[in-house]
């Protein structure tokens, strides 16, 4: 299974630079493929992207209620998240460079020297909205990245001191264009940003792999995935913490 996970990450991620995420899971006589196997293919990438892409942390996905009865899950997906793809507020993205581009409003932590959580703020989550199998299955979620294209981040003084253990009881908003499409609490996801970091840790001690100081981590949403279109602005306000924001260009 190894040759073969490194194998299919090679192809993934020539696939991914390519603009055309995935193709493997559009054979409808490909290899079995299963969720172990989909995360060694995720590590095998990364490896492949090392040195002069590095991973900087994890998004936790499929946390909603509804997304797991979709794909018939009991528990969250992990992605990885790479230095060569965070981007500042303000910024201006090309369409033309992702897959049917999606964003995500959610709530990110950021890891202290301790290991714990240190500050909470909002971020803008990009993904290719590409799913090739049909019907599309958690294996192909997973070697996808959980669809992570990017992340988005606010200036440096959007983030509250927090150990992670608090209530959130605070309103996260995705507004486009200066309307809002989507709102709801930024605890909204099963047990808070605290309990997807602890569901985190203990993925990660399953697989001999740990958290690290300083890493990102988005906590996951229970808002939806949004398509976005060349010339919109999309702003994610995150109550008492400040906004988020991009602009699509062609």
Known sequence: MTEFAHSLAVRQLADYR??????????????????????????????????????????????????????????????LLYDSELHDSGCELSHQNYADLAIEGEAAVRLGDDGRIKQVFPILELHNYVFRGHPPSLPELAANNGLNAGVVLPPPPVALSWRGDEPLPWRLTVGIDGVRVDDG??????GGPGG???????????????????????????????????????????????AVEATIVP
């Open 185 to 190: 609490p930024m605890d909204g996801v099963p």
């Open 196 to 242: 997807s970091l602890c569901w985190l840790r203990q993925h990660l001690a399953d697989r001999e792999q740990t958290l690290r100081p300083g890493q990102l981590i988005l906590t996951g949403t229970p808002l939806g995935l949004i398509p976005v279109r060349p010339g919109q602005h999309v702003r994610v306000t995150a109550e008492h913490l400040g």
């Open 18 to 79: 390519a603009g055309t995420p995935g193709t493997f899971f559009s054979d409808p006589k490909r290899p079995p493929l299963d969720l172990d196997a989909a995360y060694r293919v995720q590590d095998e990438v990364a490896a492949l992207r090392a040195p002069a892409e590095n991973v900087v942390g994890y998004k936790v996905g499929c946390t909603g209620p509804g997304t797991r009865a979709q794909f018939g899950l009991d528990e969250p997906i992990r992605g």
